[in-house]
């Protein structure tokens, strides 16, 4: 039956015929449609190599062309700034599990809390039974977004299968789950796929269990679910297991909020440590950028850092971008906004939004570090020019990385392919426009098109397509185009004025001295013989 549905879907929403030509089997290639599963399904690996192909290597090069202390001081900026967005709070994380005992578990506070719930719920006489009782309390409540609709696994099994077959398959999926449990084994490649082949859903998917409600990708579910009934629940069974999922949820938060003030006070003084090392290494204060840096070291203008204009402009600079950073996370939404809950609960609400939630930090926390990071910049600018080129930079860092390049693959997406959409714009007018920008629409994954669309080589060919474009612009824009324009057009015209300005002073002086030089020997001739 749903095989019949996705067809007539299909024929209502024809994706471009690219045909059999070289465009499709470039965009369908096994080793681009792996290498986009890849980042999709480890969205921090996603960052770190979007980051080095079109930040850290044209950066570095093009700014070592332009003066190699610059290229050197590009590749710290860029190559520290990753470190510390992505693997400083993972290591931090990491290590404070190892030390709790508990190394390996990557679930948040709302999610144990959702699925102790669950367990408590289990009822069985052996650890198999109570394993088996506990995957139907969460499984059977799961559901994923599939376009706009919402689908269990349950439902869609009996959907197409028929409630005795259906029922069967749902069985084997939970017994195949509790295996896993009881053996202390990990792989659950084998469940996530028979999730996403019967729900065709896989990027978002939402467990409520109570009054408690969580969401993840299913292969984040799965391990979640596994992993808290292995290392917590039949661990600590026979004790005072309420007691110690309090405990553990307290220390998902404290270890959190050490993850995330380490990483961002040490993003805030990376560029000091940047100019610090510039300084040892050349004598110099001044700022890097310069074609002339090294060969005239004056300052463009005295006082530069204690100008009330400058200090302003800093402040203007690091206030936008704190703003913008708090947005981004969801700080002002009506009545979610963790600015807008008051002290106590919007405290709470922050910390459960950077709670971290697997391996790697999520990516509010992600927009924060990287917040951090970019202010730090502004407030150590050594002049008005590199407060400039960081301000169009790192604002167009900012807006490419997280937002733009994200939005250009779900919109091209969506106006080619509807049906490789998931979810719904909400509301009227603003409020419309700003529910498809957020989290409300989002492209679907490539798991979620190849379960759908089995062999559908159209689909995958416009969806590749979309993501390479994303990746493309921000090839160019932040990679290529941006520090390219920064120099010629920002901080040359800076330079080279200057230079001009200055060798212009000492050609004017010299045909002073060549001009009057008759005359000074003159008056020097009359003092001597005078």
């Known amino acids: 039956m749903l095989g019949n549905l996705n067809k007539t879907a299909y024929q209502n929403h024809k994706s471009p015929a690219f045909g059999n030509g070289l465009v499709t089997k470039i965009l369908t290639s096994p080793i681009l449609t792996g290498g986009f599963t890849f980042l999709e399904q480890n969205p921090a690996w996603e960052i770190v190599g979007l980051d080095f192909a079109t930040m850290i290597a044209p950066r570095t090069y093009i700014d070592y062309k332009q003066n190699p202390d610059y290229g050197r001081e590009a590749a710290f900026r860029e190559t520290s700034s990753i470190v510390d967005l992505v693997f400083v709070p993972a290591a931090i994380g990491g290590v404070a599990m190892w030390g709790k005992k508990y190394g390996g578990l990557h679930t948040n506070s709302n999610t144990l809390t959702a699925l102790h719930e669950a367990w408590k719920n289990a009822k069985g006489a052996t650890k198999e039974e109570k394993a088996v009782n506990y995957l139907n309390e969460v499984f059977k409540s799961a559901k994923g977004q599939d376009g706009t609709k919402w689908k269990s696994l349950y ?4 959907e197409k299968f028929g409630k005795t077959q259906g029922e069967e398959k749902f069985n084997t999926f939970v017994g195949k789950a509790a295996k896993i449990i009881t053996d202390g084994s990990k792989d659950t490649s084998e469940l996530s796929k028979i999730f996403k082949e019967a729900t065709h859903a896989a990027g978002n998917v939402k467990v409520k269990i109570g009054k408690h409600e969580f969401g993840n990708s299913i292969e984040n579910i799965l391990r979640d679910t596994i992993g808290a009934a292995q290392k917590v629940f039949i661990k600590n069974e026979e004790g005072n297991l309420p007691a110690v999922v309090e405990d553990l949820c307290k220390f998902f938060r404290k270890k959190s ?15 000091f440590m940047n100019e610090t090392i510039t300084k040892m290494k050349t004598g110099s204060t001044k700022f890097t ?14 006082d530069t850092q204690k100008s009330s204009n400058f200090i302003a402009k800093k402040a203007l600079a690091t206030a936008g971008m704190a703003l913008i950073t708090l947005g981004s996370m969801g700080a002002f939404k009506k009545d979610a906004g963790f600015l807008r809950q008051g002290v106590k609960k919007g405290w709470d609400t922050f910390v459960k939004s950077i709670e971290l939630n697997g391996p790697f930090p999520n990516m509010n926390l992600i927009k924060l570090i990287l917040g951090s990071v970019l202010t730090g910049r502004f407030v150590m600018a050594r002049d008005k020019t590199e407060l400039q080129v960081s301000t169009y930079r790192d604002y167009s860092t900012f807006f490419n990385l997280l937002v733009v390049g994200p939005l250009i693959t779900k919109g091209v997406t969506q106006a080619i392919d509807k049906t490789l959409v998931n979810g719904k714009a909400a509301g009227k007018g603003l409020e419309k426009v700003l529910s498809w920008f957020g989290s409300d629409v989002s492209a679907k994954t490539i798991s979620e098109i190849q379960t759908k669309w089995p062999g559908n080589k159209s689909k995958m060919a416009v969806y590749n397509g979309c993501k390479a474009l994303s990746l493309g612009w921000q090839l160019f824009a932040l990679g290529i185009g941006m520090p390219y324009i920064l120099n010629k057009f920002i901080i040359d015209k800076s330079g080279n004025g200057n230079t001009k300005n200055t060798n212009s002073n000492k050609n004017t002086i010299n045909d002073f001295i060549t001009k009057h030089k008759q005359v000074y020997a003159n008056y020097g001739g009359l003092i001597t013989h005078g």
């Not at 909020?257 to 560029?271: P, S």
């Open 155 to 158: 439902d869609s099994l009996i």
């Open 289 to 302: 950028g310069y074609k002339d840096f090294g060969q005239n070291n004056s300052e463009n203008e005295k």
């Open 257 to 271: 909020i050490a993850a995330a003030t380490i990483a961002v006070v040490g993003g805030f003084g990376l560029h």
